[in-house]
């Protein structure tokens, strides 16, 4: 019985397995992989798909994972430094393709930047704070990165947090903004306080904060820069 069992073919079985894998499904998948199979073949060895999930339920998705330190990569148990290192060099190699074939935006007025941060601020029901990075010809590094959101107070806002992709990036610049859900964008005593606190902290840096504007409903904004509150 033993060895009757021993020759039935294994074949098809074999060929399901392999088309089961992230690896066959990257390579051969008809549609575009998705960044769970991506991270997989990455990561490599026999938990890939799991040490995968672990990622992405510690990280959440892409934009996540490369403003990660490494170590914080290194950590997720089944990484390790040598896949973390793998991750991070593919990252690196996506974002310098996209630079080099698509044209990123360079910022010319306030108008400009207002023009990329609106579509993420206008209508929030909350106060939040992003972040544009630019590079020193001010070309837009990147995505606005959220910040902060909720009661926008200087005191509960820490400095290093708004510069913290700034320096990962090496970042020339900055650009700062922040909604008023009331749609009015006329700047608070507190958002001139901020933006004092912010400017000087960049010089520190080396990153110089260009303007901090004040999103409002209806295409409303205001550049605290060209009203001079906060700059010096």
Partial sequence: MTAQLSLLPDAPISKRSVRETAAWRVAHGSAGPGLRDLLAVLVGGVQAEATADRLLDTFGQASDLDSAPIEALAL????????AARIKAALTLGRRLLETTEERPTIKSPADAAQLLQAVLVGREQEYLYVLLLDTRNRVIGPPREVYH????????????????????????????????SGLADPSPEDVAMTGALVEAGKLLDIAVLDHLVIGAYGRFVSLKERGLGFS
């Fill in 76 to 83: 997720v148990k089944g990484v390790g430094p040598a896949a």
């Fill in 150 to 181: 909720g009661s926008l107070n200087t005191s509960l806002i820490r400095v290093g947090e708004l510069f913290k992709d700034a320096i990962r990036a090496n970042a020339a610049a900055v650009i700062v903004a922040h909604n008023h859900p």
